[in-house]
């Protein structure tokens, strides 16, 4: 085992230094190194390099059931619980979703208010059916973007976003035209988000009402009531914007790439049976 570690490590550290801290001899360790490889050994060489792809393309966030399963629509099976101790002898630690802190939104006096239709029903049986949407803020070394995201309750597919300097009424209007380009949703669409004043606003309360959408809005006080939404942000901070983005621009296109390049068409979701929100939606409407 010490011998192993050795040769997993030898890269960062010299062999004479992990020999003085394991208490070994230089020459045991060569000789150990010298010997025939065995077949287990080798597969677990194998397993091994394809742990450390799958984690790599994940940007270091998929857990062993994830890899599990990434491997296993390519036409490998191995065990979950396989994967997870060669994780963690290769100190292979997946990044987790952020703490979910609720964020609050002013709400404007004299408003006009919706009721609760989505009633933390966030499931959904066809796509279109119930969008959910709020605004979260992403920190740079020059001040605050401010990220509005619609998203799709069937899939968990963010349909539309928008990033300003600005928290305002056109920052969720903007989001909510890339939504309606991207989808052309149906009349009847349900529409859940805070009380927010960019939310109640007259301008966005028009769009919302020019698409013949049912209107839905959180209770005061209660964050559960878009919990959905705030699981996006929540695994948005944990594997994006974990750090301080040193420039808005380098943090817009970090956030794209997120959203468009890797949420959306590659991450596997467990509650899509492993699947991208993409390439759920795909097999749902072709029927298989």
Sequence with gaps: MKYAFMAAHEKEYSVKRMCKVLGVQRSGYYAWKQRPTSSREKANAELLDKIREAFEISRKTYGSLRIRHYWLRRGYDFSRYR?????????????????????????????????????????ASRPNEK???????????????????????????????????????????????????????????????????????????????????????SRTGNCYDNAAMESFFATLKGECA???FTTKAEARLAIFEFIEVWYNRQRLHSSLGYRSPVEFEQISLSGH
């Excluded at 309606?180 to 004043?197: E, S, Y």
């Design 83 to 123: 994967v997870a101790r060669m994780m963690k002898k290769a100190n292979l630690v997946p990044r987790k979703a952020a703490k979910w802190h609720p964020q609050t939104t002013k709400q404007r006096p004299g408003a006009r208010i919706a009721p609760n239709l989505l009633n933390q029903e966030f499931k």
């Design 242 to 244: 974990y750090r301080v």
């Design 131 to 217: 969008w959910v949407g709020d605004i979260t803020y992403i920190e740079t070394a020059e001040g605050w973007l401010y990220l509005a995201c619609i998203l799709d309750l069937y899939s968990r597919q963010v349909v539309g976003w928008a990033m300003s300097d600005r928290m305002d009424a056109s920052l969720v209007q903007k989001a909510w035209e890339m939504a309606v380009i991207n989808r052309h949703p149906p009349a009847r669409l349900l529409h859940h988000t805070d009380r927010g004043c960019q939310y109640t606003s007259d301008v966005y309360l028009k769009l919302l009402e020019k698409a013949q959408c049912r209107i839905s809005m």
